[in-house]
């Protein structure tokens, strides 16, 4: 079955830097990747998606990159502020059957103002 | 915007009782899911269900679990005899149709389930 893996697990940055987060996944027939962010407590949010026929997307200052031959994603904040500090979780997705989502283990994000 | 919504949102329980978490999908969604998060750790699949059936499940979805949707609106997870290893915040999700490729799914709120 579909694995995915997610690094960092733990990423700190400044106010103002960049964060990425890097994902690979095992199933070369995902075709949707979407990432969560989860604050303390809540459910995950949807915050950006990539489908396999694309290779980025944007979406002010968040980016999403996929690399379909590598089997990688990413995502890229730019600008980051206190307020994106959370878990967030990349997840990959077949478009067949039940769509299940696979998420990876989550990266807590700190951003030190 | 509609949302999925989940009863009850914590849930106590002692070891070997039986539950049943509860979760009311968007109405238009086809498509209905149980994920679960042990605390601090990653969402894990649980099951998906179309059709009035189980389209998928994972490993972790043994038969002390069972999903049914007993009505046009609700979709209930039945663990019957929980363990302490139960012990996890459990997410319902559903999506609209697969038809058109846009598998977003919509998370609930969760149920924070708690095995003495």
């Known amino acids: 079955g579909e694995n995915v893996e997610q690094h960092p697990s733990t990423l700190s940055v400044q106010e103002g830097d960049s964060a990425v987060i890097k994902c690979t996944y095992s199933?070369?027939?995902?075709?949707?990747f979407p990432w969560y962010k989860q604050e303390l407590g809540k459910r995950p949010q949807l915050i950006i998606d990539?489908?396999?026929?694309?290779g980025e997307k944007k979406d002010q200052r968040i980016a999403v990159t996929l690399n379909k031959t590598a089997k990688h994603f990413s995502l890229h904040i730019t600008e980051t502020q206190p307020e994106d500090s959370a878990v967030y979780f990349c997840?990959?997705?077949?478009?067949?059957?039940?769509?299940?989502?696979?998420f990876g283990a989550g990266t807590r994000l700190f951003v030190k103002a | 915007e509609p949302e999925v919504t989940q009863t009850p949102s914590h849930q106590v329980t002692q070891m070997g009782q039986e539950v049943i978490l509860r979760c009311v999908p968007i109405?238009?969604?086809?498509?209905f899911y149980w994920y679960r998060q042990i605390l601090g750790q990653k969402v894990e699949f649980l099951v998906s269900?179309?059709?009035?059936?189980?389209?998928?499940k994972s490993e972790i979805f043994d038969d002390q679990f069972s999903v049914e949707r007993p009505d046009g609106s609700n979709f209930t997870l039945k663990i019957r005899s929980t363990k302490l290893e139960d012990s996890a915040m459990y997410f319902c999700?559903?999506?609209?149709?697969?038809?058109?490729?846009?598998?977003?799914?919509?998370f609930g709120a969760g149920t924070r389930l708690s095995v003495l």
């Open positions: 997840a990959a997705s077949l478009n067949t059957g039940g769509f299940k989502t696979i």
């Open positions: 199933d070369s027939a995902s075709n949707y």
């Open positions: 990539i489908r396999s026929n694309v």
């Open positions: 109405s238009n969604h086809l498509y």
């Open positions: 269900f179309y059709n009035n059936e189980i389209s998928e």
């Open positions: 999700a559903s999506l609209t149709s697969g038809f058109l490729a846009k598998n977003i799914q919509y």
